[in-house]
DNA sequence: CTGTATCCGTGTTGATACTG
DNA sequence: CAGTATCAACACGGATACAG
């Protein structure tokens, strides 16, 4: 019927000037929400987001990367010498996905089918800090949380009733946590003890220990539906 | 060839904890979301859907129902009789979508590919009228309009720098606007002067026309992207 | 080592036709 | 009206091979 497969471009869309639908053409395919997700704290490569993305293929990747491009979600950049690799970065408008992202990750949060035992990634963790603090619960504190997930570092902030997270080198913070994500996780989301993952060597701890113990109420679930 | 969809347990899912990833196992498949959005004033027949959506073929939309039904989003009820026909709602979790159709449509409307011109059902326009409404825009207003579009009448009530938009039946406004889903669209989001369209006779107006100057502006749109 | 392209088996999607 | 059956086209995911 139509011969406009030419470039490849054949994209199915949903004919529709409703701007939900128009989003889901740009980021309803399979994958797409999960790439952004990845590079919501800035920008990675390639094989950053292959191994962030457990299930994802080589080639759908590229795909994605291509068609998010297209759309002008996101552009890829090549990092100057020595570091002569390639990049991809969300553009401005791109970074506004955030609010999609934390709407559906607070519904989901209620599904009876949630299952908090699979594998996290690192951008997960961090952005479901942001969507799950309460600043009601944070009444009256401020301070600094520095978060050791394997390589990389970064810091949250806590002041106001309004949290911060971010990557970050320093090393000026009251509290200290070192470990997977899926630790932190279990220890915020799970309820899990922090002496018991200490013991069994999963998480390591450094500075004020009263703050551990607020900080981890600080991220209440919604109910469960049904 | 396989017998493995009589228990739909074959659906392909992110394993992966973080909560957006398992929203998209639940309403990430092509359509789901716009079914959804479809049911958010209410219970809706099969063939309700079907002209809805336009493009969804009568298989795609049966294994949607079943799939969010399966997983408690919405449900199936039989109206009694005599007008004893089936219809789908949201549950209660279900309904709770709509921040999250709400954030993915504003971030939408930002996008330069965005075509209005395409056809639009009445579900989407009403929930772009909760969506894109500005209070301040509204400050000091206080009103009552009726929308009949098609067979369906709405009301959109405007009082305290908020909106309401629901079904309803009946008579009491200070303006009415009868007109097809897509005419109303042009007046609030093309700019179109009412005037015109009446002429055109795609538009009748009854009732305060200052109102309806003013109307027309309390649903602005964000920049375009890029 | 990083990123891309190409094959291929399989499952999902979508149009038409058909049944209760 | 409310779906099911069938089938063709496409998208996905895995493997592998290729290019800078």
């Known amino acids: 019927m139509d011969a406009s ?8 869309r949903y004919e529709d000037a409703c701007a939900v639908a128009h989003g889901l053409d740009l980021v309803g ?8 997700r990845e590079l919501m704290f800035g920008p990675r490569r390639f094989s950053d987001l292959r191994a962030a993305l457990p299930g994802i293929s080589a080639n759908v990747l590229a795909q994605r990367l291509a068609g998010l491009e297209e759309t002008g979600v996101l552009h890829r950049r090549r990092l100057p010498p020595p570091a002569s690799a390639q990049v991809y970065e969300l553009t401005e408008w791109g970074y506004e996905i955030e609010p999609v992202l934390r709407a559906l990750g607070r519904w989901a949060a209620r599904s ?3 299952d908090p035992s699979l594998p996290i990634s690192t951008v997960s963790l961090l952005l479901s800090l942001r969507t799950m603090f309460s600043g009601d619960h944070a009444a009256g504190l401020s301070a600094r949380i520095a978060l050791r ?3 990389e570092r970064y810091a949250c902030g806590i002041a106001g009733g309004r949290i911060t997270v ?3 080198p320093g090393d000026a913070a009251d509290l200290v946590l070192e470990a997977a994500p899926a ?3 279990a220890l915020i989301y799970g309820g899990q003890p922090a ?3 200490e013991e069994a060597g999963l ?3 450094e500075g004020d220990r009263a703050l551990l113990a607020r900080f981890v109420t600080l991220f209440p679930l919604p109910p469960k539906a049904g």
């Open 29 to 36: 395919e399979r994958w797409a929400l999960l790439v952004m």
């Open 5 to 12: 497969r030419s470039e490849g471009t054949s994209r199915r």
């Open 195 to 197: 002496e018991a993952l």
């Open 149 to 151: 997930l394997g390589a």
């Open 166 to 168: 971010a990557a970050d």
């Open 112 to 114: 009876p089918g949630h």
């Open 183 to 185: 630790i932190i996780a």
């Open 203 to 205: 998480l390591n701890v």
